[in-house]
């Protein structure tokens, strides 16, 4: 269909033809709802970050901590925060609740309480106010703890310092040390709440290393809570190799925990593996993946880390792989040991080397710290080495991971130097058995009624007991009488003495690489098994004699017990015979570390 437009009617005026009549009341609805729109964003935005209006009128009044040196603290002064680098936007704002309070209260007071408080570990006795910070904008690279040490609070070598996360919802141990009458912690971490805590003793460890030359024996088995077997070693790629000491059973009682070394003897360390292997980061990630899946495919409940050969240049490269390597082994609920040598104080400061314990205490799950073998740095006193560099590790690292490192052997001092001996070798300088008499028969034989004289033919010794750290020892003097050289000797008690300085301090256990060693005191494993059961010691440290004994084919005739210098002089009246003068070294009173030294007949 055609259509034929028609033009306008040019006499019309665009402006005079009809309107359609507007809606007033619509545009006026859409106007005031639009106002209202921007009205309710303009106020979620003030009470939405960066202003937060609702937080600024009643919420935290945050303190700006942004440069270093800023602090804010509680109004009793009990608790301050200190920022120790440079942050733009944080600020801080700080609560306390009593611990009476704490203790008492329920989420009706504040919702966080119960939570926290049913996450502490049962070892753990609150002994402070529990702080909380509420924090805005970036956290700062280190910010300073510093809580009051209450006056009424127990044994300060008992107080420990904990930082709540909400992340992980548990306490976790914070490196703190004591500043004049503080608890002073320097992290990087953030935590929600703090507060102090007593630590109580804990059932103790008992760790049994031994070399793939030993078989576990069953003494060293009953007396362990974890059994470490050496025989593998790392290689330059990154992985693990060797066959494990044998004589171990993952069903036992005991845990089993395979030691991995940079060696094969102490003397020769490898140095060039470990080093190269942390220097790389691909190498060092590969090498934690290697030691992680051999603990799991093995069926282990862990593993040691023992690698001697660090470079000083390797230290925050071993705390990462460290870090790394935990990680993983507590995804596998596996367990992770490294084996640390023991600071030294260097001009009133304690260093540690290639190794950095606080980061070794973050990853691992215990730290075994390799004592010295000076029996007399185990006095007790605040300036006493052993003594002091405890009270300084248990502010570094959590003291329940912390396990002391001893020998469980006899120890030799010669000219200022230590070094480990057995029990019956640091005996054997005194000598064997010499018999005379006066009128002895030209085929040797003794006349009954005769007197005897026997002796040993070895050096001149003389013995004493160091009744402070309840150690006999053994002098060997040279022909002028001047020393020559100490025999420490590893009795039980001396032993448990040792051991005991871990009660003081609440420490995780002890440690042994020399447990399946033959030549020990014979009480030695009867006093790592009491101490393993906390059966109270009853120290007795006791002189030293000779035992000496007179036996025929029928069995003993005559004992005799002299001085350890004394010779043996008797009048043998028996009948003709075939007799033998056997001589033991012996404890007065504690007959059961015996050094039998060879006889004459």
């Given at each position: 269909?055609?259509?034929?437009?028609?033009?306008?009617?040019p006499?019309v005026?665009?402006?005079?033809?009809?309107?359609?009549?507007?809606?007033?009341?619509?545009?006026?609805?859409?106007?005031?709802?639009t106002?209202?729109i921007?009205?309710v964003?303009?106020i979620v935005?003030?009470?939405?970050?960066?202003?937060?209006?609702?937080e600024r009128?009643?919420?935290?009044?945050?303190?700006p901590?942004?440069?270093?040196?800023d602090?804010?603290?509680?109004?009793d002064?009990g608790?301050r925060?200190v920022?120790?680098a440079?942050s733009?936007?944080?600020?801080?704002?700080l609560?306390?609740?009593?611990?009476?309070?704490?203790?008492?209260?329920?989420s009706?007071?504040?919702e966080?309480?119960?939570?926290?408080?049913?996450?502490?570990?049962?070892?753990?006795?609150?002994?402070?106010p529990v702080y909380?910070i509420?924090?805005?904008?970036?956290?700062p690279g280190?910010?300073?703890?510093?809580?009051?040490?209450?006056g009424?609070?127990?044994?300060r070598d008992?107080?420990?310092l904990?930082g709540?996360?909400?992340?992980?919802?548990s306490?976790e141990?914070?490196?703190a040390?004591?500043v004049?009458n503080?608890?002073?912690?320097?992290t990087?971490?953030?935590?929600q709440h703090?507060?102090?805590?007593?630590?109580?003793p804990?059932?103790?460890r008992?760790?049994?290393?031994?070399?793939?030359?030993?078989?576990l024996?069953?003494?060293?088995a009953?007396?362990?809570?974890?059994?470490?077997?050496?025989?593998?070693?790392?290689?330059?790629?990154?992985?693990?190799?060797?066959?494990?000491?044998?004589?171990?059973?993952?069903?036992?009682?005991?845990?089993?925990?395979?030691?991995i070394?940079?060696f094969?003897d102490?003397r020769?360390?490898?140095?060039?593996?470990?080093?190269?292997?942390l220097?790389?980061?691909t190498?060092?990630?590969?090498h934690a993946a290697?030691?992680?899946?051999?603990?799991?495919v093995?069926?282990?409940?862990?593993?040691f880390?023992?690698?001697?050969?660090l470079?000083?240049?390797?230290?925050d490269?071993?705390?990462l792989?460290?870090?790394?390597?935990?990680q993983?082994?507590?995804?596998?609920?596996?367990?992770?040991?490294?084996?640390?040598?023991?600071?030294e104080?260097?001009?009133?400061?304690?260093q540690t080397g290639?190794?950095?314990w606080?980061?070794?205490?973050?990853g691992?799950?215990?730290v075994?710290i390799?004592?010295?073998l000076?029996?007399?740095?185990?006095a007790?006193?605040?300036?006493?080495?052993?003594?002091?560099?405890?009270?300084?590790s248990i502010?570094?690292i959590s003291?329940?991971?912390?396990?002391?490192?001893?020998?469980a052997q006899s120890?030799r001092e010669f000219?200022?130097?230590?070094?480990?001996?057995?029990?019956?070798?640091?005996?054997?300088?005194?000598?064997?058995?010499?018999?005379?008499?006066?009128?002895?028969?030209e085929t040797?034989?003794?006349?009954?009624?005769s007197?005897?004289?026997?002796?040993?033919?070895?050096?001149?010794?003389n013995?004493?007991?160091?009744?402070?750290?309840?150690?006999?020892?053994?002098?060997?003097?040279?022909?002028?009488?001047?020393?020559?050289?100490?025999?420490?000797?590893t009795t039980?008690d001396?032993?448990?003495?040792?051991?005991?300085?871990?009660?003081?301090?609440?420490?995780?256990?002890?440690?042994?690489?020399d447990?399946?060693?033959?030549d020990?005191a014979?009480?030695?494993?009867?006093a790592?098994?009491?101490?393993?059961?906390?059966?109270?010691s009853?120290?007795s440290?006791?002189?030293?004699?000779?035992?000496?004994?007179?036996?025929?084919?029928?069995?003993?005739v005559?004992?005799?017990?002299?001085g350890?210098s004394?010779?043996?002089?008797i009048t043998l009246e028996?009948?003709d015979?075939?007799?033998a003068?056997?001589?033991?070294?012996v404890g007065?009173?504690q007959?059961a570390n015996?050094?039998?030294r060879s006889g004459?007949a």
């Amino acid at each position: 269909m055609d259509v034929t437009p028609v033009p306008a009617d040019p006499n019309v005026k665009l402006d005079d033809r009809p309107r359609r009549p507007r809606n007033s009341a619509g545009c006026w609805i859409v106007t005031s709802l639009t106002a209202f729109i921007v009205f309710v964003l303009v106020i979620v935005g003030l009470f939405l970050p960066p202003i937060s209006l609702y937080e600024r009128l009643f919420g935290p009044k945050y303190v700006p901590l942004t440069e270093p040196g800023d602090s804010l603290a509680t109004s009793d002064e009990g608790f301050r925060l200190v920022a120790a680098a440079e942050s733009d936007e944080f600020g801080a704002s700080l609560t306390a609740v009593s611990l009476r309070d704490y203790v008492a209260a329920d989420s009706t007071t504040q919702e966080w309480i119960p939570a926290t408080r049913s996450a502490v570990p049962y070892y753990l006795a609150l002994q402070s106010p529990v702080y909380s910070i509420e924090a805005s904008g970036d956290t700062p690279g280190a910010l300073v703890y510093s809580i009051h040490i209450p006056g009424n609070a127990p044994d300060r070598d008992l107080l420990d310092l904990y930082g709540w996360q909400d992340e992980t919802q548990s306490w976790e141990f914070v490196a703190a040390q004591v500043v004049e009458n503080r608890l002073e912690a320097t992290t990087d971490t953030l935590y929600q709440h703090v507060a102090l805590f007593q630590a109580a003793p804990d059932t103790p460890r008992v760790v049994v290393s031994y070399d793939v030359t030993q078989v576990l024996n069953a003494n060293a088995a009953n007396a362990a809570t974890i059994v470490a077997p050496a025989g593998l070693q790392p290689t330059l790629d990154g992985k693990v190799i060797g066959s494990l000491a044998p004589g171990f059973d993952t069903n036992a009682g005991y845990l089993v925990m395979p030691i991995i070394r940079d060696f094969s003897d102490p003397r020769a360390l490898d140095t060039q593996t470990v080093n190269s292997i942390l220097g790389n980061r691909t190498l060092r990630t590969e090498h934690a993946a290697a030691i992680s899946q051999l603990a799991s495919v093995g069926g282990y409940d862990g593993i040691f880390i023992d690698y001697r050969g660090l470079s000083t240049d390797q230290r925050d490269n071993f705390g990462l792989f460290i870090k790394d390597l935990g990680q993983r082994m507590d995804t596998l609920g596996l367990l992770l040991g490294v084996v640390v040598p023991a600071a030294e104080n260097v001009d009133g400061v304690w260093q540690t080397g290639a190794y950095d314990w606080r980061a070794i205490g973050q990853g691992a799950d215990m730290v075994q710290i390799n004592m010295g073998l000076d029996p007399e740095t185990y006095a007790p006193g605040d300036t006493q080495l052993v003594e002091a560099m405890l009270r300084w590790s248990i502010r570094e690292i959590s003291r329940y991971k912390i396990t002391l490192g001893l020998t469980a052997q006899s120890i030799r001092e010669f000219e200022g130097a230590f070094s480990t001996i057995g029990y019956d070798e640091g005996l054997a300088g005194m000598g064997n058995v010499v018999v005379e008499a006066p009128d002895v028969s030209e085929t040797g034989s003794i006349e009954p009624g005769s007197e005897i004289r026997a002796y040993l033919d070895g050096m001149q010794a003389n013995a004493g007991v160091d009744t402070i750290i309840n150690a006999p020892y053994i002098d060997y003097l040279n022909r002028d009488d001047s020393p020559r050289a100490r025999i420490w000797l590893t009795t039980g008690d001396a032993l448990r003495y040792r051991m005991d300085m871990t009660v003081p301090f609440a420490l995780g256990g002890v440690a042994f690489e020399d447990m399946l060693t033959n030549d020990l005191a014979q009480d030695v494993y009867t006093a790592v098994e009491q101490y393993r059961t906390q059966i109270p010691s009853a120290p007795s440290p006791t002189d030293l004699a000779l035992r000496w004994s007179v036996e025929s084919a029928d069995g003993l005739v005559d004992e005799v017990t002299t001085g350890l210098s004394e010779d043996l002089v008797i009048t043998l009246e028996a009948p003709d015979g075939n007799y033998a003068i056997n001589v033991a070294v012996v404890g007065v009173g504690q007959e059961a570390n015996e050094s039998v030294r060879s006889g004459a007949a």
